[in-house]
Nanobody, 123 residues
Framework: QVHLVESGGGLVQAGGSLRLSCALS????????MGWFRQAPGKEREFIAA????????DYAESIKGRFTISRDNAKNMVYLQMNSLKPEDTAVYYC????????????????WGQGTQVTVSS
C-alpha cells in the first residue's frame, strides 16, 4: 500500500514560483511512475507532469511545458514540482499520484493519490 502526502501549496502572485513536494511511503520499483495532476473549481482533473521512478524520462502537459519541472529524490522518497512563472489560471488543487506498473501513457491509470494541496495565484 502506497501513501502520498503533498505539501508546499499556498498563495503566490502571478509571475511567482512555488515548489510542491510529495512524500511517498511504500514500495516503488523500476516500473513505477509518479505524477502530478490538478483540479480547478468546476473543472475536471488534468494531468500536469510525470516521471519514472528509476529513469529520467518525463512527460508534461502542453499548458505548463517550459514553466513547470518535475523531479524526484529516490533516496528521500520524494517527488517535486517546481512551478515558475505562475499564472492565475494555474490556481487549483494539486495532487500527487503513483502508478505501480509500466504503461506507455504517462498521464493515465494512476492507482494511488494524495490528499491534494491548494495553489492560488493572484493577479
Amino acid at each position: 500500500q502506497v501513501h502520498l502526502v503533498e505539501s508546499g501549496g499556498g498563495l503566490v502572485q502571478a509571475g511567482g514560483s512555488l515548489r510542491l513536494s510529495c512524500a511517498l511511503s511504500g514500495l516503488a520499483t523500476s516500473a513505477s511512475f509518479m505524477g502530478w495532476f490538478r483540479q480547478a473549481p468546476g473543472k475536471e482533473r488534468e494531468f500536469i507532469a510525470a516521471i519514472r521512478w528509476t529513469a529520467d524520462s518525463t512527460d508534461y502537459a502542453e499548458s505548463i511545458k517550459g514553466r513547470f519541472t518535475i523531479s524526484r529524490d529516490n533516496a528521500k522518497n520524494m517527488v517535486y514540482l517546481q512551478m515558475n512563472s505562475l499564472k492565475p489560471e494555474d490556481t487549483a488543487v494539486y495532487y500527487c499520484a503513483f502508478r505501480s506498473f509500466y504503461w506507455p501513457d504517462y498521464s493515465s491509470r494512476y492507482d494511488s493519490w494524495g490528499q491534494g494541496t491548494q495553489v492560488t495565484v493572484s493577479s
